[in-house]
């Protein structure tokens, strides 16, 4: 049982994930019939794909109280797969079977533990953006219209002014209640029958008993599902690459970046590679059964706001699921209609919204604003996976400017008097000797002030010495620095000493051929020994200083006397 994660559970929190796992199934079933119907291959397919991908998603995802299951981003590309890609259902299934096995790969190959950087901005902006785009769409079925899974936010917006001058009362009505449920449901009620459920309940009691003709989820009628084998023409997989890659990519940065965000907000740790692993294994098993492709589903907040905290919650969704196929309970997706369903997914929504974040704007930091901003606006605007990739930008170009401050405070730049460090010298000031050292780690974020800043420094010494003795990584733009420090000091006949070199920073610079223009005996390993080395090389450079100068008084001493031309 513990290694389902279900080990160590009370009672309560057991009672709580079985209404849990009920609530979000009969959220999930008529949102699953919803999505079959609008990729134009049936209920039926919504419903499958629920089944097959909730299934694997308990059995081996890595979030505990992750739902797997049919997205509207996953289900508008399966509509364009259906309409532009594939000529059977064998064809639009392959894609499917296939955007699964690139998933597997991309799990084997562990790419999900990269999601563990996203900055938390980005988080924040993508949060508050679904939440909101989840609260938006729901407003036309709670004005008495057909749900539009198929719209955007923009669109949705757009069409407002039509639709609160056709305003279903009876629909508005219902789903008011409904949300009223679930806001004002009694604290001590919620451990025994959560709000989302008793919203449920009630919302669908009021259609049946007292308030009708709303719109609703079509019936489905009984059918098992169909086996489907992947075609194996060279052809088909040629043409199923693009879409299915498609299909993979949007789940996989859907999912681990939704992972993420439930780690926030239940503050359970989390897998990403099993959940890549789940989420490939079970978008394979949904083309076999001819289910359509899921992805971490937004009832996963919908499971939580209901209670869950283990997979059990999951367990009893799918098993619901598994009741729904098997008895044909989908013909009962009519007791629900869209206005409760709205209602309750407007909660989901709004509990989504992070507004811990939204709270203390004004006292966030000007990056991360920009980056949370950003996030939020582009994810209402355009789609998810655009809002992160602009979100992802902006925090690098963010943190480059705080890395960069961070790594200039590293950078000691400072003349050392010959008295102190040589030991000698009859100018009580001078200091023919300078020394850079760097320390930590030196990057691009630097470079371009690093060279600005130590290069006019060096030409004003003899000697400089290159301290890497606390230096623990330079990346390629660093060493191009360093490069342009040994030229400088090169030209202005400066000689270079090279100090405590590290086996991973002489990689790095000895790979570009840097040190070229050092010689060995110039690379030594401590500050003493450089010491030693400069103090010869001074003596060495003032020596032919005073041959150079005695030279041309004994030129002109031999030199025949000038001679004045005739005028």
Known sequence: MSALGLGGQTSGSVLGDVFAGFTTALVMLPLALAYGVAT????????????AAGLIGFLIGGTRTMIFGPSAPLSLVTAVVVANYANNLTEVFTIVMLAGAMQVVLALTRVGRFVSYTPYSVIAGMMTGIGISIVVLQVPPLLGWPMDLGNTIVGTVLEWPELFRSVNPKALAVGAVTIGVTVWWPKQARPYVPSLMAALIVGCALHQLWIGDMPSIADVPPAWPTLHAPSMSLDVLVRAAQPAA???????VGTLLFSVMIESITRQPHNPDRDLLALGVGQTLCGVFGGLPGEGSVCTIVNIDAGARTKLAGAVCTAMLLIGAVFSIGQWASL???????????????????????SRL?????????????????TLCF???TAVAFGF????????????????????????LDQAFLGSGDDAFAARVGLVQLRGSFTAASARKLIRIIASDIKHHDVVILEFSQTDYIDDSAALVVEHMIYTAKTENTAVIIVGLRDSVAKSLTGFGIL???PSQNRVATIDQARELARTMLQDSSTAHDIERDQPLTEIQDAEPARIPNT
Not at 40 to 51: D, K, R, S, T, V
Not at 340 to 358: N, T, Y
């Open 40 to 51: 134009g291959l049936g209920p039926q397919a919504g419903l499958y794909g629920a089944l």
């Open 393 to 416: 930008v902006t925090a690098a170009l963010a943190g480059a400017r705080q890395l960069e401050r961070l790594e200039l405070d590293r950078v000691v730049s400072t003349p050392l």
């Open 336 to 358: 629900v209609p869209h206005a409760v369903l709205a209602a309750v997914l407007c909660k989901a929504g709004f509990d989504l919204i992070d507004w811990r974040f939204m």
């Open 362 to 378: 004004r006292h966030v930091q000007r990056e991360h604003l920009v980056i949370a901003m950003v996030t939020l606006a582009i």
């Open 246 to 252: 498609t299909i993979a990519f949007i789940g996989t």
């Open 383 to 385: 789609d998810l996976i």
């Open 516 to 518: 070229r223009d050092v």
